[in-house]
């Protein structure tokens, strides 16, 4: 799928391989052909962003679209990923979208506490998941209008 000849890059980053295997279903049942990067922890998912170690390689490893961020990942957890993507200039813009098996009340509201652009409650079936797959599709890539990531100089 492409936004203004753009390829769309949705960056999830879930550990759990069932989920992962539901939401990669999910997104190839929605009919839209979205370049998906599945990573595994949270601290992979900051290396990711800032293009370290394995994923040094912009072609490989380009600026996602979007994130699909899980709560419950090791080595460092979703709440605290989102805080450190919220946090630093560079990568604030990115859209990040809480996907996760949580419902507590606390979870949802830290996440708009510190920047998360949404909460999801991870559906257990593929029917479900492909409801949620296009309606994040049509909303995130048909109605909404995002950076391209590149960043301006504003004179003020």
Not at 2 to 28: H, P, Y
Not at 72 to 88: F, N, Q, S, T, V
Not at 90 to 97: A, M, T
Request: glycine share 6%; charged share 25%; aromatic share 6%.
């Amino acid at each position: 799928m492409r936004q203004n000849n753009r390829v769309i890059t949705i960056l999830i980053a879930d550990n759990n391989a069932d989920d992962r295997s539901l939401v990669e279903q999910a997104f190839q049942e929605s009919g839209r052909g979205c370049a998906l990067v599945f990573i595994p922890d949270g601290i992979e998912l900051i290396q990711y962003l800032h293009q370290q170690g394995r994923y040094a390689q912009p072609s490989t490893s380009p600026r996602p679209t979007l994130i699909l961020l899980d709560l419950d990942l090791p080595r460092m957890d979703g709440r605290l990923a989102l805080a450190e993507i919220k946090a630093d200039a560079d990568l604030r813009s990115i859209p990040v979208v809480i996907l996760t098996r949580s419902c507590s009340e606390y979870d949802i509201l830290h996440t708009y506490e510190l920047g998360g652009a949404g909460f999801i409650v991870k559906p257990n079936n593929l029917t479900d998941m492909i409801e949620v797959v296009k309606v994040l599709n049509q909303y995130w890539f048909e109605v909404v209008e995002l950076s391209s990531g590149e960043r301006m100089n504003i004179i003020k």
